[in-house]
Nanobody, 125 residues
Framework: QVQLVESGGQLVQPGESLRLSCTVS????????MAWFRQASGKDREFVAA????????FYAPSVKGRFAISRDTAKNAMYLQMDSLKPEDTAVYYC??????????????????WGQGTQVTVAS
């Protein structure tokens, strides 16, 4: 069973940066589409960012566009989320997600069949 493992979440102050990592446990499995979602306490899980090998497109939620950057390292079979200029409203549990399907509704969490356990990001002074 392929697993996704997130890391990098921690407590940071507003304006600081943080990089989250998501590693695929099976190095022989390469997902054509992966994404980051987040869920703040008491709120629904929401889309943050995604990429697809189909055209190499990246997609961002309006609330993070220009501050966050999604990337992948195919050699390490890992995905990253670079988060800059963090705000208190970015506080949430961040989840990585993956799908073997290269195209589809990338912003829809139901599109993804593999999920990590989540990593907590807290932005507070």
């Amino acid at each position: 069973q392929v697993q996704l493992v997130e890391s990098g979440g921690q407590l940071v102050q507003p304006g600081e940066s943080l990089r989250l990592s998501c590693t695929v446990s099976d190095h022989t499995t390469s997902f054509p589409a992966m994404a980051w979602f987040r869920q703040a306490s008491g709120k629904d899980r929401e889309f943050v960012a995604a990429f697809t090998r189909n055209g190499g497109g990246t997609f961002y939620a309006p609330s993070v566009k220009g501050r966050f950057a999604i990337s992948r390292d195919t050699a390490k079979n890992a995905m990253y989320l670079q988060m800059d200029s963090l705000k208190p409203e970015d506080t949430a549990v961040y989840y990585c997600a993956a799908t073997p399907t290269p195209t589809g509704r990338l912003l829809d969490q139901n599109f993804y069949s593999y999920w990590g356990q989540g990593t907590q990001v807290t932005v507070a002074s």
